[in-house]
T-cell receptor, first 113, second 109 residues
Framework: KAGVTQTPRYLIKTRGQQVTLSCSPISGHRSVSWYQQTPGQGLQFLFEYFSETQRNKGNFPGRFSGRQFSNSRSEMNVSTLELGDSALYLC????????????FGSGTRLTVV | DAKTTQPPSMDCAEGRAANLPCNHSTISGNEYVYWYRQIHSQGPQYIIHGLKNNETNEMASLIITEDRKSSTLILPHATLRDTAVYYCIVKTSYDKVIFGPGTSLSVIP
């Protein structure tokens, strides 16, 4: 079966712009989580959605937001980009609550210049 | 913050068993132990999880001590493709996943 699909794979944006990243979970999975990975901070949890509702949220500023659609696909948005937002953004999906483990996508590599 | 402590790095000879330790002394009764790994430039990969019994699947075995304060992930016959960062995570079913720095395992030919 198809895995977790993230688009685009690579993105270059300018400081001050905004960006939207997309994640399509595995078919039947209803939970989608987002992570930011940087060399300095490692893997950091952004937020998790389940059935279109945000269930958990990490410690990121309000510039980072997300949503989940009725088909479980999710998007995350970062407004007013800063150089420090350059990172690998990873999406993970699970059937319900991650109890049986999350499946991660390959990520979107965002570079802010 | 991560609720686990892992050594920052380990080496293992190819073909030998790799035993990766994890301390989780503050684990509570409804928290599971999960292991993920991340091969360079890829998304993390789920390996195995357990509550209190030892678990085995096609990838690895998980040994949890009786007091549940520590665990060991065992890769029975390590290959070069097992070189990765291994993350030990403690969480309930509904908790968010918090990754620590993990253990960087190098499998040496």
């Amino acid at each position: 079966k198809a895995g977790v699909t993230q688009t685009p794979r690579y993105l270059i944006k300018t400081r001050g712009q905004q960006v939207t990243l997309s994640c399509s979970p595995i078919s039947g999975h209803r939970s989608v989580s987002w992570y930011q990975q940087t060399p300095g901070q490692g893997l950091q949890f952004l937020f998790e959605y389940f059935s279109e509702t945000q269930r958990n949220k990490g410690n990121f500023p309000g510039r980072f937001s997300g949503r989940q659609f009725s088909n479980s696909r999710s998007e995350m948005n970062v407004s007013t980009l800063e150089l420090g937002d350059s990172a690998l953004y990873l999406c993970a999906s699970s059937f319900r609550d991650g109890g049986d483990g999350y499946t991660f996508g390959s990520g979107t590599r965002l570079t802010v210049v | 913050d991560a609720k686990t402590t892992q050594p920052p790095s380990m080496d293992c000879a190819e073909g030998r068993a790799a035993n990766l330790p994890c301390n989780h002394s503050t684990i509570s009764g409804n928290e599971y132990v999960y292991w993920y790994r991340q091969i360079h430039s890829q998304g993390p990969q789920y390996i195995i999880h357990g509550l209190k019994n030892n678990e085995t699947n096609e990838m690895a075995s998980l040994i949890i001590t009786e007091d549940r304060k520590s665990s060991t992930l065992i890769l029975p016959h390590a290959t070069l493709r097992d070189t990765a960062v291994y993350y030990c995570i403690v969480k309930t079913s509904y908790d968010k996943v918090i990754f620590g720095p993990g253990t960087s395992l190098s499998v040496i030919p």
